[in-house]
């Protein structure tokens, strides 16, 4: 499931995968076109669609710099960050690491 960011979703706890991106941009609808599936194959990833137009504080905090820019955290840091991004199977390897890095964290 994917959340829209709306001022007072949680990013501070868990495995958090911030989704940056902005209407009509032609290469943040090619991530669009597969995050839906991704968020539903790792239900323990919460994927935050934040439209950068709308959440400068959000913008300058995490430094973006272009779009679509996906920001990792694990409990409020980053942990990895990926953009100009072309391929699920990019973004893939991103979530099962992020997957990974949570289940080592509890063993």
């Known amino acids: ?12 706890s868990g495995k958090v995968v911030l989704w940056f991106s902005i209407p009509g941009c ?10 839906e599936e991704l968020s539903a194959e790792f239900p323990e990833i ?3 669609h934040i439209n950068a137009e709308e959440w400068n ?12 820019t996906l ?8 942990v990895a960050r990926q953009n100009l991004i072309r391929r699920k ?10 997957k990974k890095l949570l289940d080592e964290t509890f063993k």
């Open 71 to 78: 920001v990792y955290l694990k409990d409020g840091e980053e």
């Open 89 to 98: 199977e990019e973004v893939l390897i991103r979530f099962e690491g992020l």
């Open 1 to 12: 499931m994917i959340v829209e960011y709306n001022g007072n979703t949680e990013l501070n």
């Open 26 to 35: 032609p290469p943040c609808r090619i991530v669009e076109s597969f995050m």
């Open 57 to 68: 504080d959000l913008v300058n905090r995490f430094d973006i710099l272009n779009v679509p």
């Open 46 to 48: 919460t994927v935050v």
